[in-house]
């Protein structure tokens, strides 16, 4: 697999026939370049870092909600519908696939209505042969 050429492989390419070429502005203005690159990278670091910080309020309600009874999707949803952000179903099963991987959830297959549905509980509550894995 090639790897992805980016604006800054591109401003340092550029860079380099410049001074081959004895063109000191376009290897100023690339200098520039790609710094603003850096620092627009830095900052969506910055950004990144300060939502891990805050939190997930939504993840930490479902948390919350989680028994060592089994509840489907559809319940957690309902529990947690006071969180203040949107909260929907797709954001809901996100978050307990989340919980899931972090080892505080666990899931296992129940009937609901002659359907098959994914039930969550904390982890300790599910037997670890019956844990369903993705």
Known sequence: MEKKVTKKDMFAEIITLARENGR??????????????????EKAKERKAEKAAKGDALKDAIAAVLTDDLQTAADITEKVMDVGEDVSRAKVVARLTKLVKEGVAGKMQVKVDKKRVMAY?????????EDEDE
């Not at 000191?24 to 990278?41: M, T």
């Not at 509980?121 to 042969?129: C, F, G, S, V």
């Open 24 to 41: 000191v502005d376009i290897e100023e203005f690339c200098e520039v370049q790609i710094e603003q690159l850096n620092r627009k990278a």
């Open 121 to 129: 509980a904390l982890a300790d509550a599910i037997p670890a042969d």
